[in-house]
Nanobody, 117 residues
Framework: QVQLVESGGGLVQAGGSLRLSCAASGSIFGLLYMGWYRQAPGKQRELVATITNGGTTNYADSVKGRFTISRPNTQNTVYLQMSSLKPDDTAVYYC???????????WGQGTQVTVSS
């Protein structure tokens, strides 16, 4: 099994920055990618950003140019640097890990990000 522990959420004013962290432990052999999704009240969970084991990144259009996902030195920790935050970014942010072995997909417990106007 894999455990994902997130940290770094909180309350910030519009235009501010936050950095989320997600530490993975357990059997991550065959890692394909790690990433972040978010879910706002009354909305479906949506992709924010992902990074493959080879370092290829993918971002939702709504966060391109403002958010940066990273996994330094292929550590078992992934970061999401969020800048120029908007009230629409308010959501619970979930870390995810996907691997070759089954079960393939794991989720963290979520961390709340609230952006005030």
């Amino acid at each position: 099994q894999v455990q994902l522990v997130e940290s770094g959420g909180g309350l910030v004013q519009a235009g501010g920055s936050l950095r989320l962290s997600c530490a993975a432990s357990g059997s991550i052999f065959g890692l394909l990618y790690m990433g972040w999704y978010r879910q706002a009240p009354g909305k479906q969970r949506e992709l924010v950003a992902t990074i493959t084991n080879g370092g290829t990144t993918n971002y939702a259009d709504s966060v391109k140019g403002r958010f940066t996902i990273s996994r330094p030195n292929t550590q078992n920790t992934v970061y999401l640097q969020m800048s120029s935050l908007k009230p629409d970014d308010t959501a619970v942010y979930y870390c995810t890990l996907n691997r070759v072995l089954r079960p393939q997909t794991f989720w963290g417990q979520g961390t709340q990000v609230t952006v005030s106007s």
